[in-house]
């Protein structure tokens, strides 16, 4: 029989999830209920879905923190994320369609770590930290450490995931995001991206580049950030191309081939940078 | 456990396992089976029904989770014996072929209508912008076009009460 536990606040569910490190951790159960007639019973639901302290957006001078358990609907609605973070917007845009937008969860994109999470390039990109809590306390995790390996992470057996904090990027800052599937919709990514582009008038200062689903893991590409300083964006655009090619072995799955998806890359890539003229 | 929900105005209450779907507790426990299973992985959209006024896929939603929450399920959308105005227009366009879809399109209509987030200005607009808030309910007969069409002379009527 499933045990299932409801906490009041985020005090009661880290103490629920210290005694029953076993449970599920349930918030919209987009990801967890796929399938659920056909998948071991969980022994319990520690249920977090419309968690107060953990569903909120908050504006601050520098930066934008996330509530673990704000719905990609609320995410993809919010004035401040729509103007500031448009690459964390057109991410939750597309991820699934509206029934799923309703009930996903940031937090449950990051607390799954599955190379296929649409939002976790954005969190590279943009150089996210990770604030979860445990009945120890809370800490700070830079989302560049946070992925472990295939759907693992740092984060340990006691804790909870509690907010994102992303960086707002400064003026000059070009930023973006773009996923490849079968559909726009519903569709799981063959390829998907983003990137923040430092530049000085047609020149790239510096750049963080990031994709899903080329590994086991969500990635940055650092191969393509250590080629594309000091160019202009066209000699960037195939800087980053030949940077791409070297850098990732993505495989074959249902989805897709790894001779596809190593195409796609590329060709994201670099439309990154040329897409960046445009607002240079 | 003891689930109270309410369904449709009306207050139930169920002893189940938190981790039965939705869906199945509507169905099986129920007898709600206005709501379909299509493919039980959130692709689909045939069992989107209401929860707290969002539309969701109930095969998505563990039962544990809906404790003193609301549900509408298809069975809800019509008063009495007056359809919603979605459900009107699905039936004088013929928005519907094998009918499997119907029940989730027409939660999902009538919930984006009622919201009123069908905002297009022109018939393109409108169009595109159905599109994407229907984009996770799929017909596997592919009668979009009807569907949109109704959709649309719903969210019209509805806009210019």
């Given at each position: 029989?499933?045990?299932?536990?409801?906490?009041?606040?985020?005090?009661?569910?880290?103490?629920?999830?210290?005694?029953?490190?076993?449970?599920?951790?349930?918030?919209?159960?987009?990801?967890?209920?796929?399938?659920?007639?056909?998948?071991?019973?969980?022994?319990?639901?520690?249920?977090?879905?419309?968690?107060?302290?953990?569903?909120?957006?908050?504006?601050?001078?520098?930066?934008?923190?996330?509530?673990?358990?704000?719905?990609?609907?609320?995410?993809?609605?919010?004035?401040?994320?729509?103007?500031?973070?448009?690459?964390?917007?057109?991410?939750?845009?597309?991820?699934?369609?509206?029934?799923?937008?309703?009930?996903?969860?940031?937090?449950?994109?990051?607390?799954?770590?599955?190379?296929?999470?649409?939002?976790?390039?954005?969190?590279?990109?943009?150089?996210?930290?990770?604030?979860?809590?445990?009945?120890?306390?809370?800490?700070?995790?830079?989302?560049?450490?946070?992925?472990?390996?295939?759907?693992?992470?740092?984060?340990?057996?006691?804790?909870?995931?509690?907010?994102?904090?992303?960086?707002?990027?400064?003026?000059?800052?070009?930023?973006?995001?773009?996923?490849?599937?079968?559909?726009?919709?519903?569709?799981?990514?063959?390829?998907?991206?983003?990137?923040?582009?430092?530049?000085?008038?047609?020149?790239?200062?510096?750049?963080?580049?990031?994709?899903?689903?080329?590994?086991?893991?969500?990635?940055?590409?650092?191969?393509?950030?250590?080629?594309?300083?000091?160019?202009?964006?066209?000699?960037?655009?195939?800087?980053?191309?030949?940077?791409?090619?070297?850098?990732?072995?993505?495989?074959?799955?249902?989805?897709?081939?790894?001779?596809?998806?190593?195409?796609?890359?590329?060709?994201?890539?670099?439309?990154?940078?040329?897409?960046?003229?445009?607002?240079? | 456990?003891?689930?109270?929900?309410?369904?449709?105005?009306?207050?139930?209450?169920?002893?189940?396992?938190?981790?039965?779907?939705?869906?199945?507790?509507?169905?099986?426990?129920?007898?709600?089976?206005?709501?379909?299973?299509?493919?039980?992985?959130?692709?689909?959209?045939?069992?989107?029904?209401?929860?707290?006024?969002?539309?969701?896929?109930?095969?998505?939603?563990?039962?544990?989770?809906?404790?003193?929450?609301?549900?509408?399920?298809?069975?809800?959308?019509?008063?009495?014996?007056?359809?919603h105005a979605v459900?009107k227009a699905?039936?004088?366009?013929?928005?519907?072929?094998?009918?499997?879809?119907?029940?989730?399109?027409?939660?999902?209509?009538?919930?984006?209508i009622?919201?009123?987030?069908?905002?297009?200005?022109?018939?393109?607009?409108?169009?595109?912008?159905?599109?994407?808030?229907?984009?996770?309910?799929?017909?596997?007969?592919?009668?979009?076009?009807?569907?949109?069409?109704?959709?649309?002379?719903a969210?019209?009527e509805v806009?210019?009460?």
């Open positions: 029989m499933t045990s299932y536990l409801r906490p009041r606040d985020l005090e009661e569910a880290v103490v629920a999830r210290a005694a029953y490190p076993n449970w599920m951790v349930l918030a919209g159960g987009t990801d967890l209920m796929v399938n659920a007639n056909h998948k071991p019973i969980p022994g319990g639901i520690l249920d977090l879905w419309r968690l107060g302290e953990i569903g909120f957006i908050r504006v601050g001078d520098g930066a934008i923190a996330i509530g673990a358990g704000t719905t990609w609907h609320e995410v993809e609605r919010h004035p401040a994320i729509r103007d500031r973070l448009l690459p964390l917007a057109l991410a939750a845009r597309e991820i699934g369609a509206l029934q799923i937008q309703s009930r996903g969860t940031l937090g449950g994109n990051i607390g799954t770590s599955s190379p296929v999470g649409d939002s976790l390039p954005v969190l590279l990109a943009l150089d996210a930290t990770i604030e979860v809590a445990s009945v120890r306390g809370r800490r700070s995790i830079p989302y560049s450490t946070w992925c472990t390996g295939y759907r693992t992470s740092l984060l340990a057996s006691d804790e909870l995931i509690v907010a994102a904090h992303i960086p707002l990027p400064g003026a000059g800052t070009w930023t973006t995001w773009r996923k490849v599937g079968t559909r726009r919709a519903q569709s799981i990514s063959k390829v998907m991206g983003a990137a923040a582009i430092i530049l000085d008038g047609g020149t790239v200062v510096s750049a963080r580049v990031a994709l899903g689903a080329v590994a086991d893991r969500p990635i940055r590409i650092t191969a393509v950030e250590d080629a594309v300083r000091g160019l202009s964006l066209a000699r960037a655009a195939e800087a980053a191309r030949a940077a791409v090619r070297t850098s990732i072995q993505p495989i074959d799955d249902i989805r897709s081939t790894s001779v596809y998806r190593r195409e796609v890359a590329e060709n994201l890539v670099a439309r990154f940078f040329t897409s960046a003229a445009g607002v240079s | 456990m003891k689930v109270t929900l309410t369904v449709n105005g009306a207050m139930h209450a169920v002893e189940v396992s938190p981790w039965k779907r939705l869906l199945d507790v509507l169905r099986e426990d129920l007898r709600l089976t206005g709501t379909k299973e299509g493919c039980g992985e959130g692709e689909c959209g045939a069992c989107t029904v209401m929860l707290d006024g969002e539309a969701v896929n109930s095969c998505l939603v563990a039962v544990g989770q809906c404790d003193a929450r609301t549900v509408t399920t298809v069975e809800g959308l019509a008063r009495g014996d007056v359809l459900q699905l039936v004088a366009c013929g928005g519907a072929q094998c009918g499997i879809c119907t029940p989730g399109i027409a939660v999902c209509a009538a919930h984006v009622d919201r009123g987030l069908v905002i297009g200005r022109d018939e393109p607009s409108a169009r595109a912008q159905v599109r994407e808030l229907l984009a996770g309910n799929i017909c596997r007969c592919t009668g979009y076009q009807l569907i949109v069409d109704a959709v649309i002379a969210a019209r806009g210019e009460r």
